[in-house]
């Protein structure tokens, strides 16, 4: 019923930027929170930021400062503007929408950052 489609993973140099994008289609309520996460291999799957409705952002500490998300709603999307890329932010990155206690996850994108 809830599908979420991202896009914009890629290789890329460190200190480069990247833009992710999350498609949300089906039954989108208007209140709802969505969230982007990451995980590399051997690592567990981490919160990297978070928009609620009125724009409300919040970052995982590592990310603040370079990483930026924002939601256009009229399109249902929400994007990732990652920048001053480090290798460690290498992994795959992961569209969450929360709504009435339910999460709906994407399929995710690779994110690679070379040396």
């Known amino acids: 019923q809830v599908q979420l489609v991202e896009s914009g993973g890629d290789l890329v140099q460190a200190g480069g930027s990247l833009r992710l994008s999350c498609a949300a289609s089906?039954?989108?309520?208007?209140?709802?929170?969505m969230g982007w996460y990451r995980q590399a291999p051997g690592k567990q799957r981490e919160l990297v930021a978070t928009i609620i409705s009125g724009d409300m952002t919040t970052y995982k500490d590592s990310v603040k400062g370079r990483f930026t998300m924002s939601r256009d709603n009229a399109k249902n999307t929400v994007f990732l503007q990652m920048n001053s890329l480090k290798p460690e932010d290498t992994a795959v990155y992961y569209c969450r929408l929360r709504q009435n206690g339910a999460d709906y996850w994407g399929q995710g994108t690779q994110v690679t950052v070379s040396s």
């Open positions: 089906g039954s989108i309520f208007s209140d709802n929170a």
